[in-house]
């Protein structure tokens, strides 16, 4: 079993930026984020190789959002800048033993989950 604490989530205004913070008790080889905003089914929004070379991004994220991950493997980060009232939602770290170039979108490729951080973008 692999445990995922999230971090990092909170209010924030239109235009400005967060960073959210993922612990793992392993070293999982892939590492991502998905969110579910209220009434809306849990989307993808990036993941990230055990390398930190290989990474994928929603369409709706790309070119403001940055994942990355740190040299000990366990943590992961999204620098979310540029953010948008339609970025609110609860965001999920998740963790996979594969990075599946077909198929990384899709939470059920996903292993493990963490509990979830609230992330709120005011107008």
């Known amino acids: 079993q692999v445990q995922l604490v999230e971090s990092g989530g909170g209010l924030v205004e239109a235009g400005g930026s967060l960073r959210l913070s993922c612990v793992a008790s392993a070293t999982p080889y892939a590492m991502g984020w998905f969110r579910q905003a209220p009434g809306k089914e849990r989307q993808f929004v990036a993941v990230?190789?055990?390398?930190?070379?290989?990474?994928d991004y929603a369409d709706a994220v790309k070119g403001r959002f940055t994942i990355s991950r740190g040299n000990a493997k366990n943590i992961m980060w999204l620098q979310m800048n540029h953010l948008k009232p339609e970025d609110t939602a609860v965001y999920y770290c998740?963790?996979?033993?594969?990075?599946?170039?077909?198929?990384?979108?899709?939470?059920?490729?996903?292993?493990?989950w963490g509990q979830g951080t609230q992330v709120t973008v005011s107008s």
């Open positions: 998740a963790a996979s033993g594969l990075y599946s170039r077909s198929y990384y979108y899709r939470s059920t490729n996903y292993d493990y």
């Open positions: 990230i190789d055990w390398s930190g070379d290989k990474s």
